[in-house]
């Protein structure tokens, strides 16, 4: 069947969806075009404070040496997140990563984008990265909400997007729960580069869901540089504090 048909039905069919369930709010349950009504986008607390310079964390002072990360190896150049990993925006991630609700993206990917430019001000890049998941949880799940997230946001802000040159070969169980040294342990050697090419000497922006202690963020940009990355940047929907 040639594309275009298929693009076609594919509308149709999202179309006749759309009158059967109509869009509503993942979070308050409102019917909502966009998934994430306007008064639930207003109650997230975007991260607007100052922050970190390292890793990104809320603070009073810019001096890293104050920040809990002073002691925290990590190999991306800088962290940095949308909001907090609370209220709305807790809920609207667990709807994308537990109920499958991958139509949220588009609203949360729009709110990366945003915020983007006024948290890497000036910053030149050549290509976004999401954080891979391992194929089994690929085949649970049915999709890498990183990856989601990354493609849509990558498209807003015109920065050539990837999803194959890393990869998650080895499974780890769920970081939830782990203490922060446990957590660095459990994703070390997880990572994998699959295509080196076209890597070397490139500016990334590794892209995740939620920022908790920076462990699988840094060692998917500690895998990027060793595949030739000049140098990694992170940035994660939400951040928890």
């Given amino acids: 069947m040639p594309p275009l048909v298929i693009h076609l039905l594919a509308q149709l069919w999202n179309g006749f969806l759309d009158i059967v369930y109509p869009p509503f709010c993942v979070v308050c349950g409102k019917p909502d075009q966009d998934y994430l009504c306007k008064e639930c986008c207003d109650q ?3 991260l607007r404070s100052q922050q970190c310079r390292r890793c990104g964390r809320p603070h009073s002072d810019f001096v890293k040496a104050h920040c809990e990360c002073s002691n925290q190896e990590y190999y991306f150049d800088q962290a940095r997140c949308v909001g907090i990993y609370d209220g709305v925006l807790r809920e609207a991630i667990h709807a ?6 991958i139509a949220v993206c588009e609203p949360l990917s729009r709110l990366m984008a945003d915020e983007f430019f006024r948290v890497y001000p000036g910053l030149q890049l050549d290509l976004v990265v999401p954080v891979p ?8 799940r049915g999709f890498n909400q990183a990856s989601e997230l990354g493609k849509r946001f990558a498209k ?6 990837s999803d194959t040159v890393l990869r998650k070969w080895r499974k780890t169980p769920d970081q939830v729960g782990l203490l922060e040294h446990e957590r660095t342990t459990n994703v070390q050697g997880s ?4 295509q080196a090419a076209h890597l070397t000497g490139k500016k990334i922006l590794l892209i995740d ?6 462990s699988t963020l840094s060692e998917a940009a500690r895998i990027l540089r060793q595949g030739g990355a000049s140098s ?4 994660a929907l939400a951040r928890s504090v």
Avoid at 232 to 235: G, I, L, P, R
Wanted: overall charge neutral; hydrophobic content about 45%.
């Fill in 209 to 214: 869901d939620v920022f908790t202690t920076g």
């Fill in 96 to 101: 994308l990563k537990y109920d499958s609700q």
């Fill in 133 to 140: 998941i391992h194929k089994s949880r690929f085949l649970e």
């Fill in 44 to 46: 997230i607390t975007l």
């Fill in 156 to 161: 807003s802000v015109g920065i050539p997007f």
């Fill in 191 to 194: 990572f994998a580069v699959c």
């Fill in 232 to 235: 990694v940047h992170a940035y």
